[in-house]
C-alpha cells in the first residue's frame, strides 16, 4: 500500500512511517519541517490552504492517507482561533475532500476525546458532541465535515498519546532526578496511551475493516497529579517531589474524566494509565 502521511515528523507520524515502512508499504510523508534530502518527504504547510492542496496534487497516486497533524495546543488555539482554524479545520478538510474524490481507499483523520466536555468516563463513540475548549470545537467540526465526505473517510479519537519525547514527561524526569519539585493538576484527568499503541490502532483501520469511529483511550482514568508521583516513585524519588495544583491556580480549566470507551474495537488491547506511563519512563531513562 501507498500511504502519504500528513504530519509525518510529528510523535505519531514518525513512528507510524517507520512501522509502515518495516512491514512493506511505500510511505510519503508532508510535513512543515522535512529532510531535504528525502524524496519521500515533502514540506507542506496547513496555514496555506492552497498551497497544501498544490503540493498533495502533485504526489503519486497514494492508496491511504493518515492526517496526524495540527495545531494542539489549548492555548494555542484559544490565542490564535483563526490561524488555528485554518490548520485544524479547513486545510485538513480540504486535504480530506481531494483525496476522497480521488478514489483514494482511505482517509484516516486522527481526533481527540477534546469533541467532548469530560464529565463522563468511557464516552461512546456515538456520543453527542460536547466541546468546551476552541481545540475541541476545531476538531468536532473536522470530524463532521471529513465524515461527510464518503465511506473511506475514517475518525481515530485518541486520548493523550504519550511518548519519552513528551515535553511534560521529559521536563518532570529531568526535575526529579535533579532533586528538584513539581507541580501537578489533582483535578485534571488523563487516560494516556503510548505512540506505539496509537500506531496499532491506525494499522488496524488502515488495513482492517472497522467503524466509521474508532476510540483509543486507557482502559482508567488518573490525574496528572497520580501520574506524577508514579513517576517521581518510578526514578526512586519521595512523592513530596510532587506538589498538588490545582488548574485555576494557571488558568486551565478542570477537566474530570477523559477515557473513552473503546471495548468495541478489540484488534488493539489497550492498558492502563499507569502501565503506559511506566512503559515509557522506562524507555526513558
Known amino acids: 500500500m501507498r500511504v502519504l ?27 512543515r519541517r522535512i529532510d531535504a534530502n528525502d524524496q519521500y518527504s515533502f ?20 492508496d491511504a492517507v493518515v492526517i496526524s497533524a495540527g495545531m494542539t495546543g489549548l492555548r494555542e488555539c484559544e490565542k490564535n482561533p483563526e490561524l488555528s482554524r485554518i ?11 481531494w483525496y476522497v474524490q ?12 477534546r469533541v467532548f466536555d469530560g ?5 461512546k463513540s456515538d456520543a453527542k458532541y460536547s466541546p468546551t475548549t476552541e481545540y475541541g470545537r476545531q476538531k468536532t467540526q473536522a470530524e463532521e465535515q471529513i465524515l461527510g465526505l464518503g465511506d473511506a473517510t475514517r475518525v481515530i479519537r485518541f486520548t493523550k498519546v504519550i511518548s519519552e519525547n513528551s515535553k511534560l514527561l521529559v521536563d518532570w524526569v529531568t526535575k526529579i532526578r535533579a532533586k528538584e519539585q513539581i507541580s501537578a493538576f489533582t483535578d485534571v ?3 494516556p496511551i503510548t505512540k506505539k499503541s496509537a500506531c496499532s490502532v491506525i494499522e488496524s483501520v488502515l488495513f482492517g475493516a472497522s467503524a466509521s469511529i474508532v476510540q483509543s483511550s486507557a482502559v482508567d482514568e488518573i490525574s496528572y497529579f497520580e501520574m506524577a508521583c508514579s513517576i517521581a516513585e518510578q526514578l526512586g524519588a519521595d512523592k513530596s517531589t510532587v506538589r498538588q495544583q490545582i488548574a485555576s491556580e494557571v488558568g486551565e480549566k478542570v477537566l474530570p474524566h477523559s477515557s473513552l470507551e473503546c471495548s468495541v474495537f478489540t484488534s488493539v488491547e489497550p492498558m492502563s494509565s499507569l502501565s503506559a506511563v511506566r512503559q515509557i519512563v522506562k524507555e526513558m531513562v
Open 102 to 113: 480521488s478514489g483514494c481507499q482511505k482517509v484516516i483523520f486522527l481526533s481527540s476525546n
Open 189 to 191: 484527568s488523563i487516560s
Open 5 to 31: 502521511i500528513i504530519g509525518s515528523t510529528g510523535v505519531i507520524g514518525s513512528h507510524l512511517g517507520e512501522t509502515l515502512k518495516q512491514k512493506g508499504s511505500e510511505v510519503f510523508g508532508a510535513s
Open 43 to 62: 514540506r507542506l504547510d496547513l496555514a496555506n490552504t492552497a498551497n497544501a492542496i498544490e503540493v498533495v496534487s502533485r504526489l503519486p497516486k497514494i
Open 87 to 97: 490548520v485544524n479545520i479547513s486545510s485538513q478538510v480540504e486535504i480530506a475532500k
Open 119 to 123: 464529565k463522563t468516563a468511557n464516552v
